[in-house]
Every structure is written in C-alpha cells, then in structure tokens.
C-alpha cells in the first residue's frame, strides 16, 4: 500500500479513507457519516485499521477491495497512526495496546497512560500549545523538528512525509523524544495533580447529567495554561468529568471565564463510548445574557471545536469574566438539561 494526502486530483481516484472522510473512497473512519463496516468499527480510526489488518488476507481484501492508496484529509495522532498501521500491516498488531492507547490520548484528550499521552504529544502537541504567530500550518512538535525546526509554514501532506517513518520509535522509544514532550506532559501533570489534591474539583448532578468543573488558579500562568485562549486541561478533566455536559469554570483575573463542552468524543461515531445527545441552548444564552452585567463579554454558541456548545467571550473571541457565579450558571444549566429531557421523552410517547 501507500500514501497520498488527499488533494482534489484524487477525487475520482479510488483509495482507502482513512480516518478522514473524502469523496470516492472506502471508508475507515470513525467521523460521522462514515461507512465503515461494521464489523472493523472501533472507538478510533487506528482501532478500526487494526480490526481491518487483523483479518485474514482475502478477508482484508474483500474490505480494501483490493485498493493500494491510503489518504487522510488532516494531520493529528489518530489520522497519523491509522495511516501508519494500514501500511504497515499484521506488523502493527504488536503494538495493538499502545497504538489505541496513543490515538484516544490525542482524539479524546483520554488519559491512557504516561506513555500514550507522551507519543500523541510528540506528534499532535498539547492542549497548552500555542502557534508561533510566524509560522503556520501544522504544530506537530515532531515534523517541526525534522524540518529544521525553523518558523516556516509546514503543510500536512509534507508532516505526512516526515513523521511516517518514525511512528514505530515513538511508540516503542517515547522517552527518546523527551525534548518534543517535556514542557507539555509537565503542564497536563500538573493538571491531574490539582485534582488530586483537591485545588481543581468536579461536581456532579446525576439527574441533568452536567459536570461542574471548577479549575484552580494555580494551573494558570507562565508555566501552566492560558485562559484567555480557551485552553483547559481536557486530560485532566475527561479523566474525572463523569457527565454528559461539562461546564468548566475557568478562573480569570476579575473573575470566572466560561465554556461549556460535550465529552471530548462525542463528535466521533463510537462502539464502547456511549453516544451523546447534543442540545439547543440558543433559548439558555438568551436567558444568560439577560443576566449578565459585563457588557464587555457576551454569551455564545461556540462552533471553534468539535465539542464544544457555548462559551463566554469578548469581540476577539477570547474568554472574558462574566459577572455571573459557577452555581448560578450551573443552575440555569440544569435546569435547561431537565426541560429538554422531559420534553424529549414527551416526543417519545
């Protein structure tokens, strides 16, 4: 087999979709609306290419139907390891364990072991990476660093190219990478120590399904997050958020920044991870900002991320204090859950 990134002039070209979704493929994606059969479906693309490696060779090409080219339309830690693992092949099964453990880490902000975490942080980045202004395209720590580790714009096609070949050593010789993961896995360390002592927290209410969390200035800073570009420790936070619904309260120099977000896989088509119902909260961000005394924020739908529903923010988008408590929004936001719900199983009837 082998690799393209997808481009327009393979639109008419038959090849494996492989965690992406692109026109004229087969699909092996776990994004929705994909195809993918039944029978190879997994929580992550790279378990669905090792369902589909791990089948007999005429079962594999009836799947494949016999087709050579692998593509992916985006560059991140399960796109890279699903593409790696169909090219590789019954090879990649050795590494079963870790190849899933690293993909959820970076899809699912899961926290699946230092290790995993480690990989996906060498070739996606962290949560606290910010962008060098000059620079554009993809953030991998690794393509950066074997382009030269210069300011240029690196397109995905080309980080493709580069950190292929080095997936086995990532996976197998993490720590070789220190330098790529160090500064990163120290911030979400951090984070889960703050919940383990108790500066961050989590509340839960059963019955709307909504996580309270409530993130400890400590974690903000110089070394740690930055609030003001709606970054949280979403490892931290998937590993002891138990909802459906995570209001997470951010702390800000004049008071409490706000986002509202869906388990960090709801927008993936899973197998063991239970679907998520998403909400209208048009009619709760009326309310709130008839509440709101800060006229220099306002409440809004948040499209930015994939799991994301609303949030607080000024005109440039960046997280404002509003002037609103974690236990009033908390409550209008249960409230909400509830009438949606009695209203969904009135529908139902």
């Not at 690293?102 to 910010?130: H, K, Y």
């Not at 977000?261 to 088509?269: E, G, K, L, T, V």
């Not at 909400?336 to 529908?347: F, G, K, M, N, T």
Request: with cysteine; glycine share 8%.
């Amino acid at each position: 087999m082998r690799f393209e990134y997808y481009h327009a002039g393979l639109d008419d070209v038959p090849k494996l979709s492989i965690d992406g979704l692109v026109p004229q493929s087969v699909h092996f994606s776990h994004w929705q609306g994909n195809q993918t059969p039944a029978e190879v479906k997994a929580d992550s693309s790279t378990g669905i290419a090792l369902n589909v490696v791990a089948r007999s060779p005429t079962r594999r090409r009836e799947l494949t139907q016999g087709i050579e080219l692998v593509t992916n339309n985006h560059f991140d830690t399960d796109g890279v390891l699903s593409v790696w693992t169909m090219l590789t092949g019954e090879r990649a099964l050795d590494l079963r364990a870790e190849l899933i453990a690293a993909a959820e880490a970076g899809d699912f902000s899961a926290n699946t072991g230092a290790q995993a975490i480690r990989a996906s942080l060498i070739l996606q980045g962290g949560d606290c990476v910010v962008p060098d202004a000059a620079a554009g395209g993809v953030a991998s720590p690794l393509a950066r660093h074997l382009a030269g580790g210069g300011v240029e714009e690196l397109d995905e096609a080309r980080a493709y190219a580069l950190v292929l070949p080095e997936v086995e050593r990532v996976i197998t010789q993490t720590d070789a990478f220190e330098h790529l993961w160090h500064d990163e896995w120290a911030k979400i360390e951090m984070s889960l120590e703050s919940f383990a002592r108790g500066a961050s927290r989590v509340e839960e209410d059963t019955e709307s399904g909504l996580s309270v969390i409530t993130l400890s200035r400590d974690l903000y800073g110089a070394r740690g997050f930055t609030p003001t570009r709606h970054a949280a420790p979403y490892t931290a936070i998937t590993e002891h958020a138990r909802g459906r619904l995570y209001l997470i309260a951010i702390p800000l120099e004049r008071g409490w920044g706000y986002r509202v977000d869906y388990p960090y896989y709801s927008w993936a088509d899973t197998v063991t991870r239970p679907p998520i119902t998403r909400h209208d909260f048009a009619p709760l961000i009326a309310r709130l900002a008839e509440l709101e005394q800060n006229r220099e924020g306002r409440w809004q739908l948040d499209t930015e991320g994939l799991s994301s529903a609303f949030n607080f923010v000024d005109g440039d988008g960046s997280l404002r204090a509003s002037s609103l408590t974690p236990e009033k929004i908390a409550e209008h936001l249960c409230a909400a859950l509830r009438e949606q719900a009695e209203i969904a199983v009135v529908s139902s009837q």
